[in-house]
């Protein structure tokens, strides 16, 4: 491997086409403003790098990324790769991964619009990000201990688990398919519209209207706060820990809560039932409160 230490990049295609190297202390920036500065390499390593230029790591293969900088300026950092490792690293440019497989982001800052789309077979530990449709129709998802924050993530998403997360987000998980989230908070209006074959297990759900048009949707000893008009015309099986503000004509299926302050049941195909009170008691049948 050779190794590329202390220099300044800013011409077009710096790299282009390299293999077996480490770049280390250097920087891709200047007045040249060249993009692509690594495009179609493989078996690269970058360690300790500014990156203040455009497309830096397009169809690369077995990239590695550590303590590493791409700012606002670094648009589109990562498209068309794979076997990529991110880890100890500031992603800040605008669509800064797509159309990638086989991902590891690890201890990461994320600021980055529409970032991780088209993405497969990804794992994300420790990260923080921002960001607005954050890993549209992405599959086979892997993520622990990620903090989010911005609206329109995991739509249309399949075949992935989030454990021990905490996301602030509106219109998360809409077109969401076979996903499973564990020991997590997720917070923000409309949650999960149009999903199919979502669970939560152990899960804190804060919002205005979730869970609206499911199919196959199951909750397990979740927590709702602040949730009202919940799981209009939805397939649901659910076990809610606390009380309830509104329940508004599930489609079918049981849900159990300890109280519900307002059933709604003004549409005739709406033929869910809802059970209050202890589950502990009477099987979890104390009282039903409405069965179409």
């Known amino acids: 491997m050779i190794t590329i230490e202390n220099k300044t990049f800013d011409e077009e295609r710096a790299l282009y086409g390299s293999h077996d190297i480490l770049v280390k202390n250097s920087a891709f920036d200047g007045p040249a403003d060249g993009e692509s500065a690594l495009k179609e390499s493989s078996d690269i390593q970058v360690e300790h790098v500014f990156c ?21 300026l670094c648009r589109a950092a990562l498209w068309y790769s794979d076997h990529i490792e991110i880890t100890d690293t500031k992603m800040h440019g605008i669509k800064a991964l797509r159309e990638c497989s086989d991902v590891t982001v690890k201890n990461c800052d994320i600021i980055s619009p529409e970032f991780g789309w088209s993405v497969r077979n990804m794992n994300m530990e420790n990260c923080t990000a921002q960001s607005e449709y954050f890993m549209m129709r992405s599959e086979n998802l892997r993520f622990s201990g990620v903090r989010f924050q911005g609206k329109y993530s995991f739509q249309y998403i399949e075949n992935s688990v989030f454990e021990n997360c905490t996301f602030d987000t509106k219109d ?15 917070k923000g209006e409309y949650l999960a519209w149009y999903s199919d074959g979502l669970t939560l297990i152990d899960c804190k759900i804060i919002g205005t209207q979730p869970f609206c ?14 949730t009202d008009l919940c799981f209009e015309k939805s397939e649901v099986d659910a076990v809610v820990t606390t009380p309830v503000i509104s329940i508004k004509n599930p489609a079918s299926g049981r849900i159990q809560v300890p109280a519900v302050e307002e059933l709604i049941f003004d549409d005739p195909n709406a033929r869910g039932e809802v059970i209050t009170g202890d589950p502990k008691k009477e099987n979890g049948k104390e009282k039903l409160c409405a069965c179409a």
């Open 213 to 226: 048009y499911c199919k196959n949707l199951k909750l397990i000893n979740c927590e709702m706060i602040d």
């Open 52 to 72: 203040n230029l455009r497309y830096p790591f397009w169809h690369d293969h077995r990239l590695t990324i550590r303590n590493s900088e791409m700012t606002e």
């Open 172 to 186: 998360a998980f809409w077109h969401a398919k076979n996903v499973t989230v564990k020991n997590s908070v997720v």
